[in-house]
């Protein structure tokens, strides 16, 4: 099995490469890649465990169609997307898709150790449509969708309320389930896990 690590910047693609042969990743098989006409080549041969993929790599529309095929043509790998810019509070990593993941660049390197050396049991003993508890994609009711769709436009709290005739309160309730959901304390990193996540794949009841 092999790994893609797509990035232009070669400092955190070598130190990526290091964490992952600490991870018990053969060093020849991690390819170190600058554009996406390779990393489909390679994902071609069917090989790729995980493709670790920085958002900075891809600009376009173009690009980011490119992406969503790769993903969709490749349900077997995990693509772990690495977000260009995030604020320092959020340290984590979330699903939107089975084989999709966001993750900051700020992670621990553990964190991602232990990604690489889980995902190849995980796929060999795991029930399709069964997830462990953090694993779980991504996904909201109707209601949380259309209050963050509002709140993506810059609505406030009481503009929200007033429009679809709930409780202040509630929609309050519904914007602090959002965060967790996404494990995000602050409103920037939400909208941007979103934005990157509609990017990339389907998210239910998220226009």
Not at 15 to 39: F, M, Q, R, T, Y
Not at 40 to 51: H, P
Not at 88 to 114: G, L
Request: aromatic fraction near 6%; hydrophobic fraction near 40%.
């Amino acid at each position: 099995m092999s790994y893609i690590i797509l990035n232009k910047c070669d400092y955190f693609s070598h130190g990526l490469k290091s964490v992952i042969n600490e991870a018990g990743g053969k060093k020849k098989d991690i390819h170190l890649l600058d554009n996406l006409p390779n990393c489909a080549r390679l994902l071609q041969q069917g090989s790729t465990q995980i493709a670790f993929i920085c958002e900075s790599v891809y600009n376009t529309e173009n690009d980011r169609e490119e992406i969503k095929k790769l993903i969709a043509m490749n349900p077997e790998t995990l693509f772990i997307i690495f977000m260009r810019v995030v604020h320092s509070s959020f340290e984590d990593y979330i699903y939107i898709k089975p084989n999709v993941v966001i993750m900051a660049q700020n992670v621990s390197i553990s964190t991602v150790k232990n990604l690489v050396a889980n995902n190849r049991l995980k796929q060999a003993t795991q029930p399709v449509g069964l997830y462990p508890a953090d694993e779980t994609p991504l996904s909201f009711s109707k209601r949380e969708s259309e209050i963050l769709n509002l709140w993506m436009k810059e609505r406030s709290s009481v503009e929200i309320s007033e429009h679809i005739n709930i409780k202040l309160k509630t929609v309050l309730s519904h914007k602090n389930n959002l965060k967790k959901k996404s494990k995000s304390k602050r409103t920037k990193v939400l909208f941007q896990i979103i934005n990157l996540a509609k990017s990339l794949t389907h998210v239910p009841h998220l226009s």
